[in-house]
């Protein structure tokens, strides 16, 4: 009975955990603007993350390690160096997105100005990731965020034609209105979104948090196989939302607050605070996520002591390292700059970084000195290979891209 | 680290600051114009029925006060740069019309935003249901433009 | 570079299985990584693991090209000894060799953890909870 709490709990998590800003912004974005014809990217993302994040918690489970741990082992100093500062710096831009994430979620409900909640986030982010236990972060974000089902019942609310939206996402054409380029370099962009480089590394971290051992491999396993999907499932039901209201009204997305306005067409008020808590979970979850990444990839590249699972007194080069992150983003967000346009590059940038952060996953997981019995099987080679191929392509074309559609204008 | 390390860094920061000045390039032959005066009114379109949008769902109670001021004030201010970005290109000669029209179809956009900021502010449902026929009108004018440009 | 050595029967290649590992103490806390190792000629002519090499001192080199020289640069800028030499755990403290080295002294007696310290003292320890339960 308690495994089985243990194992629901997880799941809820896992949903309520998968969506960030990044998503947020995206799906709502594209969904104005292309309607459910680029759904299928949200889908070819999530099972691509479904098989990295299972090889990368299985890691954990097995070699007591965390995946980045094991990067610098297998490259070399150098090529894990280039790797440290590659997903730093994306995991760095993803770390101010969120956290302006949540000024604005707070800007909202109170009017109160973004630029004046920054430095109250900035330090409860560093203050929970100070003093809160790792589950307890992992938890009430997690299960706050699945206030965001709200986004499913307004698409439900919403009455729309099934069978034309079931058409529209398996028939992907890029709608008349705009150019191919453009298509392409949003398909890009929720690759990006829905595989963020972050989120296997701090898999695999919480993994080594949270002791996993080879007999969590099962739990691990169906939160990952059961909460991704249902977490994407989320992340299309916004980008409905988004089309059945916009697409008619020839709105496009650029805010936080249209992002809602369709749960209150669907839902009145009630709808909109639910999504309102949905937004803060999410962006104040992932916050936290991406805060504690930073410090995870430089402690284990270096060796330093890592994580929430000692004191601060232990770790204390890590906690020192939040701290930088967290002064340092709050001071990016306050030369005023739009945290949605910020949030839009570090979805493109993070498809960038997608091969340097995937490729060394794929490499320890078939690794049978750190994994004995538990390397991959051919079902996880066959897509973790197909997968690598895809990766290099979204990240050789984003910057192209980015350029002729003017960072998709 | 190496020399072709630094070398993608800055063919990389090119690339961005190439995508970014892409937004703001002045206009030059009368294509181009079109072409700019076509984004600046669907923008605006994207803009007015954004406040139409709160405004409507403002008069249903369907949203919450604080955030249809928020959205209806984000709209304005982007309404006001989109208008005054577009007074600010040089027109090719032979386009002075055309920047006349449009710029004061943009104008009347920013003015009901403007209206439509105030209404939801005070929460008035007289001027909430004013400044809806306003919006709806400015959309009308705004589509029956896009359609003669585009 | 490959040298070899054999513990209980069992082959380890120096590259593959020590460098760039994490080393781990009897509690199985983290210690360092070993970013180089100390090589010792021996009377038969053969080279042997004498040492392993941690921090900046010893990852520097390792990094090659100007950031590698740099760093060691303000490394030795950094301590107060005339002729630095980097953190070192003698091999004979090395009781494991698995997917991280365990040594058998624990983390406060190695002395490899200079930067920890003055983040400690100066940093974490002035703050409030920072010896709190995890």
């Given at each position: 009975?308690?495994?089985?709490?243990?194992?629901?709990?997880?799941?809820?998590?896992?949903i309520g955990?998968f969506v960030d800003i990044g998503d947020l912004v995206t799906n709502a974005l594209v969904g104005a603007r292309f309607g459910l014809s680029l759904a299928w990217v949200v889908v070819?993302g999530v099972?691509?993350?479904?098989?990295?994040?299972?090889?990368?918690?299985?890691?954990?489970?097995?070699?007591?390690?965390?995946?980045?741990?094991?990067?610098?082992?297998?490259?070399?100093?150098?090529?894990?160096?280039?790797?440290?500062?590659?997903?730093?710096?994306?995991?760095?831009?993803?770390?101010?997105?969120?956290?302006?994430?949540?000024?604005l979620s707070?800007?909202l409900v109170?009017?109160?100005?973004?630029?004046?909640?920054?430095?109250?986030?900035?330090?409860?982010?560093?203050?929970?990731?100070?003093?809160?236990?790792?589950?307890?972060?992992?938890?009430?974000?997690?299960?706050m965020g699945l206030a965001l089902i709200v986004f499913a019942v307004a698409v439900w609310q919403l009455g729309p034609d099934w069978g034309l939206l079931w058409h529209d996402a398996t028939h992907p054409t890029k709608p008349g209105t705009e150019?191919?380029?453009?298509?392409?370099?949003y398909?890009?962009?929720l690759?990006?979104a829905a595989?963020?480089?972050?989120?296997?590394?701090?898999?695999?971290?919480?993994?080594?948090?949270?002791?996993?051992?080879?007999?969590?491999?099962?739990?691990?396993?169906?939160?990952?196989?059961?909460?991704?999907p249902l977490g994407g499932v989320l992340s299309v039901a916004i980008a409905a939302a988004s089309a059945l209201v916009f697409l008619p009204a020839g709105i496009e997305v650029s805010t936080l607050a249209q992002v809602g306005l369709p749960v209150a067409v669907a839902m009145g008020k009630v709808g909109l605070a639910a999504a309102l808590l949905g937004f803060f979970a999410a962006?104040?979850?992932?916050?936290?996520?991406?805060?504690?990444?930073?410090?995870?990839?430089?402690?284990?590249?270096?060796?330093?002591?890592?994580?929430?699972?000692?004191?601060?007194?232990?770790?204390?080069?890590?906690?020192?390292?939040?701290?930088?992150?967290?002064?340092?983003?709050?001071?990016?967000?306050?030369?005023?700059?739009?945290?949605i346009?910020?949030?839009?590059?570090?979805?493109?940038?993070?498809?960038?970084?997608?091969?340097?952060?995937?490729?060394?996953?794929?490499?320890?997981?078939?690794?049978?000195?750190?994994?004995?019995?538990?390397?991959?099987?051919?079902?996880?080679?066959?897509?973790?290979?197909?997968?690598?191929?895809?990766?290099?392509?979204?990240?050789?074309?984003?910057?192209?891209?980015?350029?002729?559609?003017?960072?998709?204008? | 680290?190496?020399?072709?390390?630094?070398?993608?860094?800055?063919?990389?920061?090119?690339?961005?600051?190439?995508?970014?000045?892409?937004?703001?390039?002045?206009?030059?032959?009368?294509?181009?114009?079109?072409?700019?005066?076509?984004?600046?009114?669907r923008?605006?379109q994207s803009e007015v029925a954004t406040a139409a949008l709160t405004v409507r769902l403002m008069r249903h109670g369907r949203i919450l006060q604080p955030y249809a001021d928020e959205t209806v004030?984000a709209s304005?201010?982007?309404?006001?740069?989109?208008?005054?970005?577009?007074?600010?290109?040089?027109?090719?000669?032979?386009?002075?019309?055309?920047?006349?029209?449009?710029?004061?179809?943009?104008?009347?956009?920013?003015?009901?935003?403007?209206?439509a900021?105030?209404?939801v502010?005070?929460?008035?449902?007289?001027?909430l249901?004013?400044?809806a026929?306003?919006l709806a009108?400015?959309t009308?004018?705004?589509t029956?433009?896009?359609?003669?440009?585009? | 570079?490959?040298?070899?050595?054999?513990?209980?029967?069992?082959?380890?290649?120096?590259?593959?299985?020590?460098?760039?590992?994490?080393?781990?103490?009897?509690?199985?806390?983290?210690?360092?990584?070993?970013?180089?190792?100390?090589?010792?000629?021996?009377?038969?002519?053969?080279?042997?693991?004498?040492?392993?090499?941690?921090?900046?001192?010893?990852?520097?080199?390792?990094?090659?090209?100007?950031?590698?020289?740099?760093?060691?640069?303000?490394?030795?800028?950094?301590?107060?000894?005339?002729?630095?030499?980097?953190?070192?755990?003698?091999?004979?403290?090395?009781?494991?060799?698995?997917?991280?080295?365990?040594?058998?002294?624990?983390?406060?007696?190695?002395?490899?953890?200079?930067?920890?310290?003055?983040?400690?003292?100066?940093?974490?320890?002035?703050?409030?909870?920072?010896?709190?339960?995890?």
């Open positions: 009975m308690k495994k089985l709490f243990a194992v629901a709990l997880g799941i809820l998590t896992a955990g070819v099972v691509g993350i479904c098989v990295f994040a299972e090889m990368s918690g299985r890691v954990a489970a097995v070699s007591g390690r965390a995946t980045f741990d094991l990067v610098r082992e297998r490259l070399g100093p150098r090529v894990g160096l280039a790797n440290l500062l590659a997903s730093m710096a994306v995991t760095l831009l993803t770390f101010v997105a969120e956290i302006g994430g949540v000024a707070f800007e109170t009017s109160v100005n973004e630029l004046l909640w920054i430095p109250l986030v900035a330090a409860a982010v560093w203050l929970v990731l100070w003093r809160t236990k790792f589950s307890v972060i992992e938890n009430l974000f997690g299960l150019g191919l380029p453009t298509y392409l370099y398909a890009v962009a690759f990006g595989m963020t480089p972050y989120e296997v590394f701090f898999f695999s971290s919480g993994g080594v948090e949270e002791g996993w051992t080879e007999r969590d491999i099962t739990t691990m396993r169906s939160n990952v196989l059961i909460g991704f962006t104040f979850g992932a916050a936290c996520e991406t805060g504690l990444s930073v410090g995870y990839s430089i402690g284990q590249y270096f060796g330093w002591q890592w994580g929430k699972y000692v004191r601060p007194h232990q770790a204390a080069r890590f906690h020192l390292v939040l701290l930088v992150s967290t002064v340092l983003a709050a001071g990016v967000l306050l030369t005023t700059v739009d945290p346009k910020v949030t839009e590059y570090s979805v493109v940038f993070s498809a960038l970084a997608l091969p340097l952060t995937y490729f060394p996953i794929l490499v320890v997981a078939n690794d049978p000195d750190y994994m004995g019995r538990h390397t991959n099987g051919r079902l996880s080679n066959a897509l973790g290979s197909a997968y690598l191929v895809l990766v290099v392509v979204a990240s050789v074309a984003a910057i192209p891209l980015m350029v002729i559609t003017k960072a998709g204008m | 680290m190496s020399v072709p390390g630094g070398g993608r860094l800055a063919l990389l920061t090119t690339a961005a600051a190439l995508a970014l000045s892409g937004c703001v390039t002045p206009a030059t032959g009368s294509d181009s114009y079109h072409d700019k005066a076509v984004t600046s009114v923008a605006a004030t304005e201010t982007a309404t006001g740069a989109i208008a005054a970005t577009f007074a600010s290109v040089q027109p090719p000669a032979g386009d002075d019309r055309l920047r006349d029209d449009v710029g004061s179809l943009l104008s009347d956009a920013q003015d009901a935003v403007g209206h900021r105030i209404a502010r005070r929460a008035d449902p007289g001027a249901r004013r400044v026929a306003e009108s400015v009308k004018d705004l029956r433009a896009d359609r003669s440009l585009g | 570079m490959s040298a070899e050595h054999t513990v209980a029967g069992r082959q380890y290649d120096a590259v593959l299985h020590l460098l760039d590992r994490q080393i781990i103490d009897p509690d199985k806390r983290l210690v360092a990584k070993v970013d180089d190792l100390e090589l010792t000629r021996r009377e038969d002519g053969r080279w042997a693991v004498s040492a392993l090499l941690t921090g900046p001192g010893a990852l520097g080199p390792r990094w090659h090209g100007r950031l590698g020289d740099w760093v060691t640069a303000v490394w030795r800028r950094l301590r107060p000894d005339v002729d630095p030499s980097a953190g070192r755990i003698p091999f004979s403290d090395v009781v494991a060799i698995d997917s991280a080295v365990t040594v058998a002294r624990r983390r406060e007696q190695l002395e490899v953890d200079g930067f920890e310290r003055w983040v400690r003292a100066h940093v974490v320890d002035r703050l409030p909870g920072g010896h709190h339960e995890p």
